[in-house]
């Protein structure tokens, strides 16, 4: 909504703002992880093997990095793209962009509360493995 006073830029328009954010949601789905399924959350980070440990922290880390970036930029080209149009035709079309950039700021919130609830309940759900059902063989038609 800052957007729309003149000369004021979005919060989520600076990286700290939104690593913060993004780190919250990093600490978020292994709390809740932890607190749903102790022992099954943390099995997770070490299959199929041990080997994987260091690929499933990289993995954790690599989303909350991507989720952070990825407000970032969707919130500061909105804040460019009304600039190069404030200084190239200053009358109409920053009016317009204001409003898109109050649409895309809303879709930003929406989207970054999506994929925090997507991964926060990935780590809640731990797929038990389905029980084996032996073939029973099939009566002969003699």
Known sequence: MCIVIPGFTPPTGSLPTTTALALCVFIAVPL???RKYIAGYLKTYI?????MLPFNIITELSRTLALAIRLFGNMMI???????????????FPIVMTLLGL??????????????????AAATQI?????????????SHA
Do not use: D, H, R
């Open 32 to 34: 809740y992880g932890i």
């Open 47 to 51: 299959k199929p093997t041990v080997i």
């Open 78 to 92: 909105g804040v460019m793209i009304v600039g190069i149009l404030l200084t190239i035709t200053p009358f109409i």
């Open 103 to 120: 649409l895309t700021g809303s879709v930003q919130a929406y989207i970054f509360s999506i994929l925090a609830a997507v991964n926060i």
């Open 127 to 139: 797929t038990k493995p389905k029980p084996v059902v032996e073939a029973q063989p099939e009566p």
